[in-house]
């Protein structure tokens, strides 16, 4: 993702190569350009092609188009949304069982405290692999001797790490450090970050149906393909440029509709998600009094960039 400051124009301005989807849109553009420029010679030059468009019926569907692009736009933007609203959820839940569990383990107990801040931090980075192209064993943190290997033996390491939590709990319960009341409120929360894993797959696995999506690129299609036709008997030249910002405006919107309805991607416009993973280790092993490697910790706050 590009993190930025929305208030720095300029420096925004400048990091637009970095975006993936602007080059793309911008060779579109080009194309769309080089079909108004051949639109409007063969008619200018050659008087041929002279077809008539209504400019009443053509506003007429730019009106309905927008209302399409709108739709789409916000239903893609609600996808996104929702996925940092739950990897919001992860961070407070995580974060409330580092504080709940700190309270409650020994301050000299460092051993259980690293084990707890390590197994506990290791969830959201396997979230975030496990909702891209696979689990990034290298990233996580060794807890036991075997540890790496076992998970590497799981199809759903999300799960399994939940589950450990799980019987940590329970032997800390039975070691009667914790009091059941205390598992009660621990449980809470814990129980939140299979939810929350639950919701970002449902996320990514219903996109939106194709024949929506398709209907709105053939549309889009067709209104660039006529839009030469409606405006040059009015800008005769201008047409070419006028039509390629039209595109632009048009494709634009489309395109970051298709990129931002899976938030959990590696595109430009994609959720942080290793940020956000690499915070909530920092944040778990603060809390817990744990010590953390200053270059794994600076992860955390990432600069002016893209961010992957």
Same mark, same amino acid.
């Given at each position: ?16 190569? *970095? ?21 409007? *010679? ?83 980075? *396997? ?24 998970? $590497? ?12 939590? $799980? ?142």
């Amino acid at each position: 993702m590009i993190v930025y400051k929305s208030s720095d124009w300029w420096e925004a301005l400048r990091h637009l190569r *970095a975006s993936g989807i602007i080059r793309s849109l911008l060779k579109r553009v080009l194309w769309v350009g080089l079909y108004a420029t051949a639109v409007t *010679a063969v008619v200018i030059l050659y008087h041929r092609l002279n077809v008539a468009v209504d400019k009443e019926f053509f506003s007429f569907l730019g009106i309905l188009l927008s209302l399409l692009l709108a739709f789409r736009t916000n239903t893609a933007y609600d996808r996104f949304y929702e996925g940092r609203r739950l990897w919001g959820q992860l961070v407070n839940n995580c974060r409330n069982l580092a504080v709940l569990l700190h309270a409650r383990l020994p301050a000299d107990d460092y051993a259980t405290r690293t084990y707890l801040a390590r197994l506990l931090s290791n969830f959201p980075i *396997a979230l975030d692999g496990h909702l891209r192209k696979g689990v990034r064993f290298e990233k996580l943190e060794a807890v036991e001797p075997g540890f790496i290997e076992h998970l $590497q033996t799981v199809r759903h390491v999300p799960s399994r790490l939940s589950a450990m939590l $799980q019987e940590f709990y329970e032997d800390l319960l039975r070691e009667e450090r914790i009091l059941p009341i205390h598992l009660i409120t621990i449980q809470k929360h814990h129980e939140a970050l299979l939810d929350v894993a639950g919701a970002c797959e449902r996320i990514k696995s219903t996109p939106i149906p194709f024949s929506y999506s398709y209907f709105i690129k053939g549309f889009i299609t067709v209104f660039i393909l006529t839009m030469p036709f409606n405006l040059l008997d009015t800008y005769q030249w201008l047409t070419v440029p006028i039509t390629m910002f039209g595109a632009y405006a048009l494709l634009g919107v489309e395109m970051i509709g298709d990129e931002i309805e899976d938030p959990f991607g590696k595109d430009s416009n994609d959720l942080p998600l290793t940020q956000i993973s690499n915070r909530i280790r920092a944040n778990v092993h603060e809390i817990l009094g744990v010590d953390l490697h200053e270059d794994i910790r600076g992860l955390a706050d990432a600069p002016y960039s893209v961010v992957f």
